[in-house]
């Protein structure tokens, strides 16, 4: 989902991973489907919306919201849905998932392209590095392009910035329009940074077959 909305020169994004347990998972899909995902979706100043499902790494459900800035997260529109105006379903789920992972990141690289801005992704790959140091964050740009620019495969890198309680995260977000596989030692090209490497997880689109969608017969 994307909209035509006036893309500010740095985007923002709202990143959130996390895994419901096993007794949980078909109402989490629900809760996630009808309230939560469309809650956020529909606010004004968040410009995509999409869910992913991990087929390499943890934890497997990750939903990533572009925003036009990041302090669409601090207004009043968002302020309804957030955490002090949770419902009552929102607070029963958010408090039984696994390996709940948040970020509200700005787009460092490279500033403003949103989701699917180079067509459909048939992966999504996601580097995540944790407590940066000071000039990590462009040895991590840098390294990454040289990882992924020039690959036919890749359709789109984009790397965010979020300031969590414990420091500062980097995100790499990579789409690529085919499956595609960096060779063995191409993280030598983050340098100093990769210590601070502490996930690369493989997506794909998450898509929910509705009652009725294939009816019998077909």
């Known amino acids: 989902m994307q909209r035509d909305d006036t893309r500010l020169q740095q985007c923002g994004?709202?990143?959130?991973a996390m895994e419901p347990s096993p007794e949980l998972e078909e109402e989490f899909q629900h809760w996630y489907d009808t309230e939560h995902f469309p809650e956020r979706r529909d606010t004004p100043g968040f410009l995509t919306a999409a869910r992913f499902v991990c087929i390499d790494g943890w934890p497997r459900y990750l939903a990533m919201y572009d925003l036009a800035d990041i302090g669409v997260l601090g207004g009043p529109d968002y302020a309804r849905i957030a955490v002090?105006?949770?419902s009552h379903w929102t607070g029963r789920i958010v408090a039984r998932v696994w390996g709940q992972y948040r970020a509200a990141a700005r787009q460092i690289h490279p500033g403003g392209q949103l989701l699917g801005a180079s067509g459909n992704a048939a992966r999504l790959v996601v580097w995540r590095f944790r407590g940066l140091a000071e000039h990590d964050a462009a040895t991590i740009v840098e390294g990454l392009r040289r990882i992924y620019a020039d690959q036919p495969e890749t359709a789109q890198l984009r790397v965010f910035a979020a300031e969590q309680p414990d420091g500062t995260d980097c995100l790499g977000i990579v789409e690529l329009h085919a499956p595609w596989t960096p060779p063995a030692g191409a993280v030598a090209a983050l340098g100093a940074a990769k210590?601070?490497?502490?996930a690369v997880n493989t997506y794909v689109r998450y898509e929910r077959r509705w009652p009725g969608t294939y009816p019998k017969g077909t």
Do not use: K, P, S, V
Request: charged content about 35%.
């Open 13 to 16: 994004l709202l990143f959130a």
């Open 84 to 86: 002090d105006n949770y």
């Open 195 to 198: 210590r601070r490497l502490d």
